[in-house]
């Protein structure tokens, strides 16, 4: 009888002080009550379960609940059990009563995200009903490092029929997003005796700073209109590269360069690490299929969830020569550190063809995102010229020299959310000054975006 009364109720973690037990009790109570630890409406363990809990009399619980509700910290109703009572509660000394609310922007058409309003969440609850209820319970133990195989057969499916990777499931290692993959990579790299991971003029800054604090130094090779050049390849033993869809510049790195990136990887032994950050989505040309597609052995293929689903999802993937993936999976400690529910979800969202779905109806509504920010800026700012409008989620919008700075401003002032070119561009790289802006329009739902537009284009030149 002991055992079912006493797993009643909520847990409770209170330390009796003092003299006397209820006085302790009672005083311990009414300063997790003040200082907010108890919020109002908490329902409290029952005398009895807390007696239990803490190994003392029932009744002095009683008599200490008792006293709490006379002097109005708690409520006691038939029926409702006992309760912090509904009152302000001052805040501890030094702290303010009012958290600062972060401002948000009106309108926030940065790139790298995409429509979070669109994410298919009924279809993604149907595969999550249906793949837990096909797992076998021993899914939900720590796992391969590597992840679940569920997932990791999917992904050398999908990625092989949609991307033209050649993948096998045993050299894929599911990851906590494409930092957390960098991040391994870069560890790999570094044990192995790299020092020089040569990176474009143009991308995140946040790439650099992981690889740096893997220990390796970054070089930005030139740029050009035929995308990156990779003749500045010598002192590498790897490179990061965007050869799909540049980021932010948006072009693909011409054939001729996919070759000579190749060549110059199986000639000295350097490895390619491929961001296929935004692969799926292509509008005015044919899709430009993976470089790993060209040398397995010599290219890390990286993908990742994060535009095509959502990045709270925290999935991504990497392709590894044979005996890297070894390496990948121990750089992550020996266990998935990977959620277990969410890489299943995903498996089976790829193999009903539900993914595969998702995708084809958002590339059309960013396509017509796209379509009508180009018609915009040619009718209302004709100073701008849209540029590397061909696939992603996000356009350089090319401005009159001189301007960038300015415009960032006044979108600032106005409250849309807008990036220069600058913020990308390396400070070690030796390309001109272009003034441009990165318009992502992957983040505005759909009912926001004309004003998104208007917001655009009353800041641009012209």
């Not at 009643?8 to 006085?23: S, Y």
Request: hydrophobic letters at 40%; glycine letters at 10%; one cysteine or more.
């Amino acid at each position: 009888m002991a055992e079912s009364w006493a797993t009643l109720g909520i847990d409770l973690l209170v330390e009796p002080t003092g003299p006397g037990l209820r006085r302790g009790l009672t005083d311990a109570l009414r300063e997790a009550v003040r200082s907010g630890r108890l919020a109002p409406g908490t329902r409290l363990p029952s005398s009895r379960a807390l007696a239990a809990d803490l190994g003392i009399a029932r009744n002095t619980v009683a008599d200490a609940y008792a006293d709490l509700v006379a002097e109005g910290w708690l409520t006691a109703r038939q029926g409702s059990g006992t309760r912090v009572a509904e009152r302000r509660v001052v805040p501890p000394s030094g702290t303010s009563p009012h958290p600062r609310a972060l401002s948000r922007p009106a309108y926030d058409l940065r790139p790298g995200s995409p429509d979070l309003a669109s994410f298919p969440r009924a279809e993604w609850l149907k595969a999550a009903r249906r793949a837990l209820t096909a797992a076998p319970y021993q899914a939900l133990d720590y796992g391969d490092p590597r992840g679940r195989p569920e997932l990791r057969a999917a992904l050398a499916g999908y990625l092989s029929r949609a991307r033209g990777v050649r993948a096998d499931p045993e050299r894929i290692v599911v990851c906590a997003g494409f930092a957390h993959g960098l991040k391994l990579l870069g560890t790999v790299l570094r044990a192995r005796g790299a020092r020089t991971v040569a990176v474009e003029s143009y991308g995140l800054d946040v790439h650099g700073r992981i690889l740096a604090a893997c220990g390796l130094r970054t070089t930005p090779l030139p740029f050009d209109r035929l995308g990156t050049d990779p003749g500045g390849l010598a002192a590498a033993e790897a490179v990061l590269l965007t050869p799909a869809h540049q980021f932010p510049m948006g072009v693909p790195l011409h054939r001729d360069r996919r070759t000579a990136v190749v060549d110059w990887a199986r000639r000295t032994g350097g490895l390619v690490l491929e961001d296929d950050y935004d692969g799926e989505f292509r509008y005015d040309r044919q899709p430009v299929g993976a470089l790993q597609g060209l040398d397995p052995d010599r290219v890390v293929y990286l993908g990742t969830a994060s535009k095509s689903l959502a990045p709270g999802l925290r999935l991504a993937w990497m392709v590894l020569p044979p005996g890297l993936a070894e390496e990948a999976a121990a750089a992550k400690g020996g266990v998935d550190t990977c959620g277990v529910l969410d890489q299943l979800t995903l498996a089976e969202f790829l193999t009903s063809g539900a993914y595969d779905r998702h995708v084809r109806a958002t590339r059309l509504r960013y396509r017509r995102r796209r379509d009508a920010l180009v018609a915009a800026v040619a009718a209302r700012a004709p100073e701008a010229r849209v540029t590397g409008i061909a696939a992603g989620l996000h356009v350089l919008l090319r401005l009159p020299p001189g301007t960038e700075q300015s415009v960032v401003q006044a979108a600032h002032w106005r409250g849309l959310a807008l990036h220069g070119l600058a913020r990308y561009s390396n400070p070690d790289a030796s390309a001109e000054p272009v003034d441009a802006l990165v318009v992502g329009y992957g983040t505005p739902p759909d009912h926001a975006w004309s004003g998104a537009l208007d917001a655009l284009c009353a800041v641009l030149p012209g």
